[in-house]
Nanobody, 124 residues
Framework: QVQLVESGGGLVQAGGSLRLSCVASGRAFSDYAVGWFRQAPGKEREFVGKISWAGGSTDYADSVKGRFTISRDNAKKTVYLQMNSLHPEDTAVYSC?????????????????WGQGTQVTVSS
């Protein structure tokens, strides 16, 4: 079992950058695939990107491809979401999620453990 805590959110102008962190506690974090999701007010939670347990495989939603990058440092039990060229429509609560397998999917129900989320607000 893992517990996840996100940080790094905040207010940024359009075109700016933020790096979110997802820090895990518990053992064997390197056994877990991790996904990032976001939820804007009045909208459903949507997939942002995912990374395999060793970091060798990643995938992104089309809306963020080329702008966002996911990486991980298993020694630090941390997964990062680097967000560049931010748009106002990227405004949402961003959450990381984990499942104990090599590489998980793009749907929230494919993950077992969730952080509390961190707010990202992009002003125009």
């Amino acid at each position: 079992q893992v517990q996840l805590v996100e940080s790094g959110g905040g207010l940024v102008q359009a075109g700016g950058s933020l790096r979110l962190s997802c820090v895990a506690s518990g053992r064997a974090f390197s056994d877990y695939a991790v996904g990032w999701f976001r939820q804007a007010p009045g909208k459903e939670r949507e997939f942002v990107g995912k990374i395999s347990w060793a970091g060798g495989s990643t995938d992104y939603a089309d809306s963020v491809k080329g702008r966002f990058t996911i990486s991980r440092d298993n020694a630090k039990k941390t997964v990062y979401l680097q967000m560049n060229s931010l748009h106002p429509e990227d405004t949402a609560v961003y959450s990381c999620a984990a499942r104990r397998e090599y590489y998980s999917g793009t749907h929230p129900e494919q993950y077992d453990y969730w952080g509390q989320g961190t707010q990202v607000t992009v002003s125009s």
